[in-house]
């Protein structure tokens, strides 16, 4: 399970180092996509292949299923970490998200995101302002709160 902020910086070639904590999880493999909110996902084999097969369950005859699978499944790029952990991330992942210096990785559970540092500075001060109204929404999820 991921969990924890990690502030880190990429490199003039693009690279940054994977926190220690999320490579044991990582292992020497990860997937890199374009997420939500404008940051990146990064996924495990496993949890890549879960995402993929539910993916593949969606009915292609839905518009919004097909251009959901192309926005997961064409903004991917797979990767090996390095010998000291790093991730070179593509151009079109580091314009997608906006990155180009500081970045802040954060553990979601199944996955890990990368977020531009701006950004997430950005989407961190407008969640806070909402979190008891979104924890009084979860409640409708069931989730035990």
Known sequence: MFIGEYQHTIDD?????????????LGDWL???K?????LFVYTRNEWSVL???LKKL???????RAFARYIFGGAVEY????QGRVL?????REYANISKEIVLVGVGTRVEIWNKESWNIYSRKAEESYEELAEKMVELDLGF
């Open 59 to 65: 009915p292609f005859t839905n518009s919004h299923a």
């Open 80 to 83: 090996e970490l390095d010998k």
């Open 13 to 25: 070639k693009g690279r940054f180092i994977m926190p220690a904590k999320f490579r044991e999880a």
């Open 35 to 39: 997420g939500l909110d404008g940051c």
């Open 89 to 93: 991330l593509t151009t079109h992942l």
């Open 31 to 33: 997937m890199i996509t």
């Open 52 to 54: 993929e097969e539910k």
